[in-house]
């Protein structure tokens, strides 16, 4: 809760500094969440390969990001659309509260869909400054997309209302709230924060077959430094190729890199399900 007032509160901050105020926060407190892929990955190949396995779980996964990064320069708006899609896949499927499609869509599109409805001039100054393209408002696609949402979310609205399930209205009511109020960064870095990273986590605390060592936050913090530091290191040497406004510079690196790490960690992901189901 103090982590996302002081997130909330940067956003009274003049612009630049409340960009540069989330996004640090998200790269610090959101970035190790999926710098545990390695502990996975430690979990499940250091018994077969024991001095090698994080090279066979670090070549493919830094390859994969590497691609993505590659495609922001060289097709920024068709690779735009496919890190809205796999946001919304990504984010439905780790934070929704049950299985069903419309769970999915409306838990994942949450993020994307408020900040283009409330705030649709600075969503579409963000999604410019990432994608390097003169974007003053969100582009047609995406107001539709975000229509179609909305339509889905009172749907999704009413039927927890007809059985009785009020209680799960409140997260993603409250979250709602926080993308109307807030800018479309500093709300993207409470929810990212608050919200995405602590479920991941706890799911990794709970789960002690994937991840044995991770028991508590503390350990799921410690054993997350060796990845982040790799990442931030990656991430200091990417910066001189980024021009612009420091608040620019770190939106367009930010924004680029979660787009980076979220294909391979996906994936990552997706093995791993299929293969505990196996």
Known sequence: MLIGAGI???????????????????????????????ELARSLLRSRFPRV????????????????????????????????????LHFGTEDRDSAGRLDVVVHG???IAMAVLAHPGATGLVLGTVSRTVMVQPPAWLWAASLIWLACAATWLVRRLQTGQESRLMLPGLLACVFIVAPPVTA??????????????????????????????RSAALLALPVTALTLLIGAALWPLYHGPADQRLLCLTIQGLAALTLPHMLFETWLSRRVRT
């Not at 509160?9 to 390695?38: E, K």
């Not at 990001?65 to 809205?84: E, N």
């Open 188 to 217: 993207f870095a409470i929810y990212f924060v608050c919200i995405h990273a602590p479920a991941h986590m706890q799911g990794l605390i709970r789960d002690n077959f994937r991840a044995p060592r991770i028991r508590d936050v």
């Open 109 to 111: 599109g949450l993020p």
């Open 53 to 88: 396995w994080f090279l066979i779980f670090a070549a493919p996964y830094l390859a994969l990001a590497a691609g993505v990064l590659l495609a922001w320069h060289l097709a920024p708006l068709p690779t735009l659309v496919l890190f809205l899609i796999a946001s919304v």
């Open 8 to 38: 909330a509160a940067s956003g009274w901050l003049p612009s630049g500094p409340a960009t540069i105020s989330a996004l640090l926060t998200v790269i610090v407190l959101g970035v190790p969440h999926g710098a545990l892929d390695g």
